[in-house]
Structures are given as structure tokens and as C-alpha cells.
Nanobody, 119 residues
């Protein structure tokens, strides 16, 4: 089992910045990917950014150039630095971890942290 604790959400004006953190605990030795997803009101959850243990990163087109995902392996913590925030970035941001359980990848999710960007 992996437990995830997120922090860093809040209310910010358009153009501002926020930094989200997600700390993992429990069975973290087999973590393969750490990622951030978000869910806007009335919309499906979507991937924002992901990072592997080898520091390979991927971003949604909407996040490229504005968001940066990073990982502190020693602390089992993933960060999402969000700059030049836009009202359309508003939503609940969820931390996601994929871990190897045998030969299968298992998903774990955090409780979510609210990000609200005012215009």
C-alpha cells in the first residue's frame, strides 16, 4: 500500500504561481511513475504531468512551458510548480503513483487539493 498526502493548493490570481507537493509513504520502493492529474468542474480527470525515476517527464499541451514537475526520490515526494496560472487551470489536482506489484502496475491516488485561479 502507498499513502499519498498532497499540499499546496489554494486561491491565486491569474498570472500567479503555486507549488503543489505530494509525499508518498508505505510501499514506495517500487514506484515507477509519479504524476499529477486534475479535474475541472463538470469535466473528466485529465493528466497534467508525469515523471519517472529516471527523470523522464511528460506534460499535457496545456501545461507545457508553464508547469514543471520534479521529484525528490530520497523524500519520495513529487512537486508541481505552476506558473502563469490561468482560470482554466482551476480544478482539483490529484497526485497519482504507479507502483510495481509483481509484474503489474497498481495505481494509488491522493485525496486531491483544490486550485482556484481567479481572473
Amino acid at each position: 500500500q502507498v499513502q499519498l498526502v498532497e499540499s499546496g493548493g489554494g486561491l491565486v490570481q491569474a498570472g500567479g504561481s503555486l507549488r503543489l507537493s505530494c509525499s508518498a509513504s508505505g510501499s514506495i520502493s517500487n514506484i515507477n511513475i509519479m504524476a499529477w492529474h486534475r479535474q475541472a468542474p463538470g469535466k473528466q480527470r485529465e493528466s497534467v504531468a508525469s515523471i519517472t525515476g529516471g527523470d523522464i517527464t511528460r506534460y499535457a499541451d496545456s501545461a507545457k512551458g508553464r508547469f514543471t514537475i520534479s521529484m525528490d526520490t530520497a523524500k519520495a515526494t513529487v512537486y508541481l510548480q505552476m506558473n502563469i496560472l490561468k482560470p482554466e487551470d482551476t480544478g482539483v489536482y490529484y497526485c497519482n503513483v504507479k507502483t510495481w506489484v509483481g509484474y503489474n502496475l497498481r495505481d494509488y491516488w491522493g485525496q486531491g487539493t483544490q486550485v482556484t485561479v481567479s481572473s
